[in-house]
């Protein structure tokens, strides 16, 4: 199915329905979520149709018997039956950890989806990564599955292992020595969140390192809006090549992966579309939506051994596109819009507050400037900004945050290794509740 990718839209969504038949067969008598919902509701579901009958799964849900996701393999090939590897899910609202488990038929899929995200992202034989993502107290897809992403296209890459995630762990670089790294090495890209790169970038000016290679950057893991992105593109290309350009990911720890842009604003294409279905539904009533309606995003696993997820939500709204890509060509489904949060809304002081209107407020007025929104106790709404301290913007700032949401917000300006830094979360979370339950 190596180049389903490129394959017409027929092609694509006769392998996607070949997987699924497969996947539910072992799914009914080996996944107790499943064997539960199908005995309980006594419902039939054979093919992609039918999906819709199947209750969409919640993160809670998985997050509450992880166990009840695993497929049991006895019996079937070894392949199937060994456990590979097993990441966690971190950063979520939530924040508790859940294994994702993969087993080496799954891995060798998730080599092959990390390479597709290569093939869309026009990765060359003689490119270099640089891999930015720091390591984490429990294994986490991005830092390893950037090495393998690598592996899957032959592609040469260098850990620079940023910060020092453990006090049980020695060998971490500051910042620095990252810039030397991928100097020394002569990286051509750049892989990892946006507040780190940026800093990396940032540094490089700075110190005049020679990063003349570098003529792409991978981010994931945190939003980017279109300001940041052409600030991004901006001091790539001063910094490195004059074509140098920003592809974006929606990663997914329940992927091992992510969906990635083929080009600015290509939408975010489904890497792997014998691996992944998708469908956007109404987070309200969690009624299918017809494509280019905006949605809670599900995926389905149509490939896997290990932990097996069908009509998962992802927590996020986006829409999705069946149509050809204009960039590439490809036929993959996309998602035509930056995903966004879909979490619950939270109350402070007495008033509910959306954490995607809160972002949104603050980017206006910053842009690229990073920055973070604390809940502390005592219902105060912080939000700290990296840089200098700035009276006009701090009232600006502040002005728009009460506009949008009606909370006046307590701006405070701190470095910018308070809000991202490397040694304390892989990415940077925008909105953060530190309130104590009552
Ligand atoms: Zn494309």
């Keep these: 199915m190596d180049d389903l990718l490129y394959a017409n839209r027929g092609a694509i969504e006769a392998a996607q329905e070949r997987c699924f038949s497969e996947m539910i067969g072992l799914a009914a008598e080996r996944h107790g979520r499943t064997r539960a919902l199908l005995a309980d509701k006594n419902l039939a579901v054979s093919s992609l149709r039918h999906l819709a009958r199947l209750p969409v799964t919640r993160k809670e849900d998985y997050m509450r018997e992880p166990d009840a996701f695993l497929l049991d393999t006895q019996g079937l090939p070894e392949e199937m039956h060994t456990v590979w590897d097993t990441m966690y899910t971190t950063g979520s609202t939530a924040g508790v950890p859940t294994p994702f488990v993969s ?21 060359r034989p003689d490119d270099v990564i640089a891999n930015l993502f720091p390591l984490t107290a429990r ?4 830092f390893i599955r950037t090495l393998h992403a690598a592996a ?4 040469r890459v260098v850990a620079a292992l940023p910060g020092n995630p453990s006090p049980y762990f020695t060998l971490g670089n500051d910042l620095g020595r990252v810039v030397e790294v991928v100097a020394r090495c002569r990286s051509t890209i750049l892989w990892g969140v946006p507040s780190y790169v940026r800093r990396v970038l940032a540094r490089a000016e700075e110190a005049g390192a020679d990063f003349s290679a570098v003529r792409l950057a991978f981010l994931t893991g945190e939003g980017l809006n279109e300001e ?4 991004f593109t901006r001091s790539l290309r001063r910094l490195g090549t004059r074509e140098a350009w920003v592809s974006v990911s929606y990663g997914a720890t329940e992927m091992q992966g992510g969906m990635v842009e083929c080009a600015p604003g290509s939408g975010y294409h489904n890497p792997a579309p014998d ?3 998708f469908e956007v539904v109404d987070p309200a009533t969690l009624e299918t939506l017809p494509d280019g309606k905006p949605g809670l995003v599900l995926l389905t696993h149509l490939r896997r051994r290990g932990t097996v997820l069908l009509r998962y939500a992802l927590g996020d709204i986006s829409t999705l596109s069946r149509e050809r890509c204009p960039h590439c060509g490809s036929w993959t489904d996309r998602l035509t819009t930056l995903p966004r949060r879909a979490d619950a809304l939270l109350k402070v002081k007495g008033t509910l507050v959306n954490p995607t209107v809160l972002v949104q407020a603050a980017e206006a007025v910053l842009g690229a400037r990073e920055f973070q929104f604390v809940i502390r106790d005592g219902e105060i709404l912080g939000l700290n900004v990296a840089g200098a301290i700035d009276e006009s913007l701090s009232k600006r700032l502040s002005d728009n945050v009460k506009r949008a949401c009606g909370v006046t917000p307590a701006v405070e300006f701190v470095p910018d290794e308070a809000i991202s830094d490397a040694s304390k979360a892989w990415k940077t979370r925008r909105v953060i509740d530190q309130r104590r339950p009552m």
Excluded: V
């Design 103 to 123: 087993t080496t038929y799954d891995f060798f899929r998730i080599l092959e989806a990390n390479r597709n995200m290569l093939r869309l992202r026009g990765a």
């Design 139 to 142: 294994p986490h897809g991005a």
């Design 152 to 155: 899957s296209m032959n592609l």
């Design 228 to 231: 940041s992105r052409d600030e």
């Design 275 to 277: 691996q992944f279905h």
